[in-house]
């Protein structure tokens, strides 16, 4: 059998990105980024959205639908023209499993009967004309501004009837069924078209928008145009063997690869691996009989990673917290030390591939950065993790050197809804325009 050490060693070096690797990854990119461009074959689908940088003088009252993750969130929300957001109400509902694997009609005849009680709650009549701009986390092709088909579900959804179909007619379908018609949907926008929207209401430098949460994705302006990336399927990357297996036991075999080595929905997945990896060739827990926990898929939370990663407490007892939820009722403190090094290569590594993604998407507008860019950000990895955008930003230090300082990387919370009530009032007026 290898000497624990030199697992260890083995498996950290897997999990290394160095700057060369960083450097091919970018190169990669802008190929598949072209090629996808081009409708080439490429694993980037680089889909055109209809949409450009808000003006910031866009006005009036919208509502934003917001679905993508677990939580499916409606605002009601004030634009006030010179970048500013008045009046803001927003509610959270719990998507259940049967909402995302059940059937299709299930999904949206629950945000409808949820818009249904957020109207209710907040006195909305059901005269006046509301635009909705509806955020649709998901690849979709669109087809215009306020319309477009899923091409694939990710991030474990998988409600059936909705691949192919058209996501606005079918929402607005279940509104119908509600008795709802002043609210029409006049923007379909994904969650980083709205980050990068919510943005560019108030900094038009803004031209890139990023997510770093469940998902990962980004989006940037070509020809005036925002093209939505939907970078978590990039596949040029070197994988190791957990990446591997994950991929092998996930619903979607052989796609969203880099999603699978990034985002907070598998993190905590990928160090669970190496972890069960190392309990079964007993270099980890011997003491603590090997747990039924341990062996169960996901069990170790994304969120977990961030609390052993902050623990800073001389016996890193809120890890030892966290095992014992785990199952694992022993662990001495070297071995601790060891989980908190696992998952800090992990998340290292996932910090690092998505530096090297924005510093692509970056120089494929302006290669030698001659200007500034801002970046907008948002997810809950990006967010909770205590190093996650350290290590982003000291990766695109090690990039460009001096010039990292034109990028500038601006958290922008709840981008996804507010951004899309801003390209609701982009449609709105380009309509009223249309009218005059
Ligand atoms: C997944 C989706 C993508 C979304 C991202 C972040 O990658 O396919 O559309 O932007 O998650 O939520």
Not at 102 to 120: E, H, P, T, Y
Not at 164 to 183: C, F, P, R
Not at 353 to 368: C, G, P, R
Not at 369 to 393: C, Q
Request: proline share 2%; hydrophobic share 40%; with cysteine.
């Amino acid at each position: 059998m290898m000497g624990s050490d030199k697992m260890l060693q083995r498996i950290e070096k897997s999990f290394a990105l160095s700057l060369n690797d960083m450097r091919k990854i970018i190169k990669d990119f802008h190929a598949e980024m072209r090629n996808g461009l081009l409708r080439q074959k490429s694993s980037l689908k680089m889909i055109p959205t209809y949409v450009n940088i808000p003006a910031g003088n866009e006005k009036g009252r919208f509502i934003a639908l917001d679905l993508g993750g677990t939580n499916f969130r409606i605002l009601k929300l004030e634009l006030m023209g010179k970048g500013k957001i008045g009046d803001l109400k927003a509610r959270k509902f719990v998507l259940d499993k049967k909402h995302i694997t059940g059937k299709g009609k299930n999904l949206f005849d629950f945000v409808a009967r949820c818009i249904k009680v957020f109207m209710k709650k907040e006195k909305m009549s059901y005269d006046e004309k509301m635009p909705i701009g509806f955020t649709f986390s998901f690849p979709v092709e669109q087809t215009g501004i306020a319309s477009g088909h899923l091409l694939r579900w990710t991030k474990g959804f998988s409600a059936r009837g909705v691949i192919g179909m058209d996501v606005v007619k079918l929402l607005e379908k279940a509104l119908d069924g509600e008795g709802i018609s002043n609210i029409k949907v006049s923007a379909l926008v994904n969650d980083t078209v709205g980050t990068i929207a919510a943005r560019g209401y108030e900094n038009r430098n803004c031209d890139v928008g990023v997510i770093i949460g469940t998902g990962t994705n980004g989006c940037y302006v070509e020809n005036q145009m925002i093209i939505n990336i939907e970078w978590g399927n990039f596949n040029k990357l070197k994988r190791t063997s957990y990446d591997m297996q994950l991929d092998k036991e996930s619903d979607n075999r052989g796609s969203q690869i880099l999603e699978k080595m990034v985002s907070g929905m598998y993190l905590g997945e990928i160090s669970r691996l190496i972890l069960e990896d190392l309990v079964r060739k007993k270099t980890l827990f011997r003491k603590s009989p090997p747990s039924i926990i341990f062996a169960k898929k996901y069990s170790l939370k994304t969120e977990y990673m961030s609390i052993i990663e902050s623990d800073s407490s001389p016996n890193l007892s809120r890890t030892n917290m966290l095992l014992r939820r785990l199952g694992i009722s022993k662990s001495s403190l070297e071995e601790r030390k060891l989980v908190k090094k696992i998952c800090g290569m992990v998340s290292r590594r996932a910090s690092r591939i998505s530096a090297a993604a924005i510093a692509a998407v970056v120089t494929k507008m302006d290669s030698n950065l001659y200007r500034k860019h801002i970046v907008a950000i948002d997810g809950s990895l990006y967010e909770k993790h205590p190093h996650f955008s350290k290590n982003i930003k000291s990766a695109l230090r090690e990039i460009f050197g001096r010039k990292t300082n034109r990028i500038d990387m601006m958290l922008t919370k709840d981008g996804s809804g507010k951004g899309a009530a801003v390209i609701a009032a982009i449609t709105a007026k380009v309509e009223e325009d249309a009218a005059e």
